[in-house]
C-alpha cells in the first residue's frame, strides 16, 4: 500500500484525500483479516472493489497499516 492508494480509499469514503501511515504509527488490529495487498492506482481506480487485493487473507495484525483521510469539508472552507 502507498499514498496511491490512501487516496483512492479516501475519496471512496467521501473524503477529499488520503495519505498512507506506516504499520509503526498505527495500534494492531484484531479478529478476521479480510483484505491484503491493495493497490490501487487514482485516476484509474475510483473505488476500493477496482483495485487489486488479496481477499479473504490470513496475514498477521503485526503488518496493519493505516490511512489517514482529509476532512471532505476542508477543500471548500475559507481561511479567516
Known amino acids: 500500500m502507498n499514498d496511491n492508494t490512501a ?3 479516501c475519496k ?3 473524503f477529499t ?3 498512507f501511515m506506516y504499520a509503526t ?4 488490529g484484531s479478529g478476521q483479516v479480510w483484505l491484503e495487498n491493495l493497490s490501487c492506482t487514482p485516476g ?5 472493489y477496482q483495485c487489486a487485493n488479496s481477499w479473504g487473507s490470513s496475514c498477521a495484525h503485526s503488518q496493519d497499516i493505516g490511512i489517514g483521510c482529509d476532512d471532505p ?4 472552507q475559507s481561511g479567516d
Do not use: E, R
Open 7 to 9: 487516496q483512492v480509499a
Open 12 to 14: 471512496h469514503l467521501g
Open 17 to 19: 484525500n488520503g495519505f
Open 25 to 28: 504509527d498505527v495500534s494492531d
Open 44 to 48: 484509474s481506480h475510483t473505488n476500493l
Open 73 to 76: 469539508t476542508s477543500a471548500s
